[in-house]
């Protein structure tokens, strides 16, 4: 959903189904209902603020900044989703950080180190302030490709349903407690590489000259409440 065209004071709103939103609407058998909603400011430079000052650089977003046109494509629409919290003296926002094994890191080796159990938290710049109660997450969207890894939670409880759409899987699973410092959600993921044949190193390999090939994958994770998203690589070596 975008807002058009606000110069004549009117707000025009170009809403449009996502592709998988379609797909439910096309069933035909009453499981399509609009439950909620969210707002985003994907298109927002806060450095023009920075830059100007608070009141001139926010007059120049709100005047000249362009509005992305709705999307139908769910993977790129909302990127940057707007919070609502009830902290009135908010200054600091919660971001995630992934703890790795030492022995591993990020590399994986097939027939050797299969799998690595990764430790998701939720923390503050500072020590000096703990995680909102309405930021805190409860639980967490992970997305990676399944050609090459599987994640699910290293209890192999609390983990959903998993979807799958252009070889990218998606799964929420619940947190497990909160992170002892700040008080946020955390959880342990256990990455294990998937099952493929050697030509994948063929056509996937940034390096398949060499005599140990390697694929490098990306796991995502994103926390429900905050919004707050960690990217980390790994490394699946083939021996």
Same mark, same amino acid.
């Given at each position: 959903?975008?807002?058009?065209?606000?110069?004549?004071?009117?707000?025009?709103?170009?809403?449009?189904?996502?592709?998988?939103?379609?797909?439910?609407?096309?069933?035909?058998?009453?499981?399509?209902?609009?439950?909620?909603?969210?707002?985003?400011?994907?298109?927002?430079?806060?450095?023009?603020?920075?830059?100007?000052?608070?009141?001139?650089?926010?007059?120049?977003?709100?005047?000249?900044?362009?509005?992305?046109?709705?999307?139908?494509?769910?993977?790129?629409?909302?990127?940057?989703?707007?919070?609502?919290?009830?902290?009135?003296?908010? #200054? %600091?926002?919660?971001? *995630?950080?992934?703890?790795?094994?030492? !022995?591993?890191? =990020?590399?994986?080796? +097939?027939?050797?180190?299969?799998?690595?159990?990764?430790?998701?938290?939720?923390?503050?710049?500072?020590?000096?302030?703990?995680?909102?109660?309405?930021?805190?997450?409860?639980?967490?969207?992970?997305?990676?490709?399944?050609?090459?890894?599987? #994640? %699910?939670?290293?209890? *192999?409880?609390?983990?959903?349903?998993? !979807?799958?759409? =252009?070889?990218?899987? +998606?799964?929420?699973?619940?947190?497990?407690?909160?992170?002892?410092?700040?008080?946020?959600?955390?959880?342990?993921?256990?990455?294990?590489?998937?099952?493929?044949?050697?030509?994948?190193?063929?056509?996937?390999?940034?390096?398949?000259?060499?005599?140990?090939?390697?694929?490098?994958?990306?796991?995502?994770?994103?926390?429900?409440?905050?919004?707050?998203?960690?990217?980390?690589?790994?490394?699946?070596?083939?021996?």
């Amino acid at each position: 959903m975008g807002f058009l065209d606000h110069s004549t004071n009117n707000i025009i709103v170009d809403a449009v189904l996502t592709d998988h939103g379609r797909q439910i609407l096309a069933r035909n058998d009453g499981s399509f209902v609009i439950a909620k909603f969210a707002f985003g400011d994907d298109e927002v430079d806060y450095s023009i603020i920075q830059k100007f000052g608070v009141t001139v650089g926010k007059e120049k977003i709100s005047k000249n900044t362009p509005v992305f046109e709705a999307q139908t494509n769910g993977d790129l629409a909302l990127k940057y989703r707007l919070l609502d919290c009830s902290t009135p003296d908010l #200054v %600091v926002l919660p971001y *995630l950080t992934m703890a790795l094994p030492v !022995s591993t890191t =990020n590399t994986l080796t +097939r027939g050797s180190v299969t799998s690595a159990v990764c430790t998701v938290s939720q923390v503050m710049g500072s020590t000096a302030y703990t995680v909102p109660t309405d930021l805190v997450d409860g639980s967490f969207d992970v997305e990676y490709d399944n050609r090459f890894l599987s #994640v %699910v939670r290293n209890d *192999l409880s609390g983990t959903g349903t998993k !979807s799958v759409s =252009n070889n990218i899987a +998606r799964v929420t699973i619940s947190a497990e407690g909160s992170e002892g410092t700040y008080g946020g959600g955390m959880v342990n993921l256990k990455v294990a590489i998937a099952s493929f044949s050697d030509d994948y190193y063929n056509t996937y390999s940034t390096d398949r000259n060499s005599t140990n090939p390697v694929i490098k994958t990306m796991v995502m994770v994103t926390g429900r409440a905050s919004g707050a998203t960690w990217y980390q690589e790994f490394k699946i070596f083939k021996s």
